[in-house]
């Protein structure tokens, strides 16, 4: 069976989320760290939609999705600017990747979302970097 999650980049101490996200979509991956809700149950053919969180460019807004082509069941050690150490324990290796036109804002559909529980504090919902989501929010967020 088919899941639909959305993948959520947030700012670094040095480097704005948008800025993460372009990196992860060049290299066609994305990281999952030990503690990413969901680890054990995102599998491959399943859909992502990404979000961008943070005060930068294209905050609060989900920018695109793609499909899980691969997991990459190893463990790598990311070092971001600021010098932080995270340990990735898998990789989604990501095909079918469809940059939206515009970044689409989640405040106008909000009210449409399923897997948003608490709408007046909404960002509560997307914290972790995975959240699982229904297929009809997939498919409101790809087709706004």
């Excluded at 700012?11 to 993460?20: G, L």
């Excluded at 503690?35 to 807004?61: C, M, R, W």
């Excluded at 340990?87 to 106008?108: A, G, Q, R, S």
Aim: with cysteine.
């Amino acid at each position: 069976m088919k899941n639909y999650y959305c993948l959520t980049t947030s700012d670094s101490r040095k480097e704005n989320a948008f800025d993460i996200f372009k990196k992860r979509i060049e290299e066609k991956k994305f990281p999952l760290y030990f503690k990413t809700p969901y680890l054990d149950q995102i599998n491959e053919k399943d859909h992502v939609v990404f979000y961008i969180a943070g005060e930068y460019t294209n905050s609060q807004t989900f920018v695109a999705s793609a499909e899980i082509s691969i997991i990459d069941n190893i463990t790598d050690t990311i070092v971001d600017p600021d010098k932080t150490r995270y340990i990735v324990t898998k990789y989604l290796i990501l095909k079918n990747i469809y940059m939206f036109e515009k970044p689409k804002k989640i405040k106008p559909i909000l009210n449409k979302l399923k897997f948003v529980k608490n709408k007046k504090h909404y960002g509560t919902n997307l914290v972790g970097g995975v959240t699982k989501i229904y297929a009809e929010d997939f498919s409101i967020i790809k087709d706004m």
